[in-house]
């Protein structure tokens, strides 16, 4: 059983940047594969990025790629999205996700979800 927890969202100006974190309970952290994904009103919940278990991987969809960095410390259970250059279609609730299936994008990979924090970008 693994418990997630975002935070670090808020309001910003297009151009600016947000750091979100993840906390993570429990001793099993170091094993899951960890996503974000993001939801607009209306839309489907979407992937952002992705990292293995270890680190030593990473994936991010094409609109964030260059902007966005995902990185976990596995010491503190913590996954993290760094978000710069940000646009108003940034505008989201941002969830982090844990799983087992090995990393990808689609939502039925991961196992566990958090909360959600939300994200808005002005223009």
């Known amino acids: 059983q693994v418990q997630l927890v975002e935070s670090g969202g808020g309001l910003v100006q297009a151009g600016g940047s947000l750091r979100l974190s993840c906390a993570a309970s429990?001793?099993?952290?170091?094993?899951?594969?960890m996503g974000w994904f993001r939801q607009a009103p209306g839309t489907e919940r979407e992937f952002v990025a992705g990292i293995t278990w270890s680190g030593g991987g990473t994936y991010y969809e094409d609109p964030v790629k260059g902007r966005f960095t995902i990185s976990r410390d596995n010491a503190k259970n913590t996954v993290y999205l760094q978000m710069n250059s940000l646009k108003p279609e940034d505008t989201a609730v941002y969830y982090c996700?844990?799983?087992?299936?090995?990393?990808?994008?689609?939502?039925?990979?991961?196992?566990?979800w958090g909360q959600g924090t939300q994200v808005t970008v002005s223009s």
């Open positions: 996700a844990a799983g087992l299936a090995g990393l990808g994008t689609e939502r039925g990979r991961y196992n566990y």
């Open positions: 429990g001793r099993t952290f170091s094993s899951y594969d």
